[in-house]
């Protein structure tokens, strides 16, 4: 596997507007899904999110990116129903801004993560469907997380997680990870990763 | 309390104390005097873009409701019942022809007449509803969309309190082909441990690049080559084409357009869907016209701050809000341009995105730091005489504007005499 910063940006192509199209209309079709009702596919997407959280933890930077397809987005919108292209985000990342981001936290220069900064990410209230071909599911979950540096204060934020998960091959890869934020329109301390 | 101060002592030419950052006393006179007492930056006239518009807002720590009326005259309202001080209005933003109280629902036209009051009869004849409206911001004035208000009557005109500092505003507006901004795009929140001014120190301090976001450069190195993003910081800036200026009534530009080469677009960092977007625009205008209308996707190359609470950076609109005196929260409201091209608009969006993530982040860390620092009462004085030895350092012109090399600290000498200016002022606030 190739270090992050063995990895040389790639253009960004796919982010056009049928992209955008489409991620507004998968992230409406989840207003009135129902129960989600296989419970092994529920355990395997709880597991898929558990082993995500933990490479996050660790630090594991390469290899939690390497759960995303190649035409992923990373989005914390600031409000609800806006449309990317006319709103600003917290965060709205391709995958060259995603490596961006993450080879920024390991500089080593990164005030915030210094000296020592440790996160716990708390997965819960997992929900997964998939679609009837097979090659695309959809995961709800709750998440927790916690960010610390010894000496201050305790960081805490609580958000919605719905994932689209598209089968490349025979691995299920993260094409979209949008993470809603309960406070999302008051002042945030700067999160690492959610 | 004001006359006890000696400001010539706190607030000297090269030096200022520590305590006008960590003594809460000072923050509650400033929270009147200086939000309220200067003209204070509110919002934008597109925020509210139709008759019955409002938005909730903060002067210092006044609720606000700015609201357009009827008539398409705009208001500010304390958003503060004159019954019994509960706020009337809970929407961050809407349209409404009047608030109600929630508690015994006396209800406010939404140019503050108190219109009605239940069981007004229980009050016999002693009711004087002329005097029961929503408290009223008396001044509110408008500069090429941009609201603004003061309580204090001897304010000069909007207009002239903003002087020769305007013009670099009209810069950063006339990029849009209709020579109009549009503030409806959502904001980007962020909140720091610290004092307000520890934000105002470092606004057009073109000293701190190259060490405060080195993880910013680093990265860009890593990613970009060497022609991109903030690199022109990475060497001394005094040796480069940018400068400050400072502005009176402690207005403050850092310039980094004259070193950041002829076409800005070329610059700045791709983001996500720069080549997507661009092919999409370059097919339906032509590469030339394509390449001109792109030049308006990034920020204008200014930090230009107009005292005491608005900041222009990137292509955003940042407003420092105070919440108390060690706590501050900025927000980075997002900007369209009118009559541009929707690719560049969707373009704006993320690159706004850009420097919060990346660069803010370690301003606002080490905001922080000085914050913790300050605790230090036998530590008594924070410095800013960088530039103050040059014979020409305080030599302005004949409209008072100084021009500085970049890294001078000019425009924090500069804010903070008008900071004193208004704080060791007798200041009487009206309100309407």
Redesign the interface.
Known sequence: MLSL?ERS?Q???????E?YDALIAWRDAASNLGAATDIGLNAECAALLHYEARLIDARRFAEWLDLLSEEC?YWVP??RL?D???????????R??L???L???D??????QLPDRRMQHFISNVEAWEDADGKNRRVKANEQVFEHRTGK?LIHYIAQLDYWLTLVGDQWKIKVKRVMLIDS??????PTLL | MTAMRNWDQLIQADRVHRSIYTDPAYFAEEMTKIFGGLWTYLCHESELPKVNSFKRVKMGLRPLIVTRDADNRFHALFNRCAHRAATVCQEPSGTASRFTCAYHGWTYKNSGELMAVAYAEGYGECLNKAELGLKKVTRVESYRGFIFGTLNPDMPPLIDYLGEARHYLDIFIDRAPDKELVVQSGAYRGTFNGNWKIAWDNAADGYHPAFGHRSLFEMTRIRNGQNKGGTHFSRNPDESPMYCKTFPNGHGLLHQRPGMGPSLWSRVRPAPGTESFVDALVKRVGETAAFEALEGAPGAGMNLNFFPNLMIIGNQIQVVEPLAHGKTQLTWFATTLKGAHEEVNALRMRIAEDFPNFGEVDDMEIFERCWEGLQAPEAEWVMMNRGLYRPDAEIMDDKGVRTVDASDEAPMRNYLQAYRKIMESEVTLAVA
């Open positions: 910063r940006p253009p960004s192509h796919y982010v056009t507007p992209y987005v600031t409000d806006t990317p292209r006319l709103a600003v985000n917290v965060a709205f990342d391709d060259r801004r490596e961006d981001r080879i920024r936290l500089t080593g220069y990164a005030h915030n204060h329109l008051d002042g945030l301390d700067t």
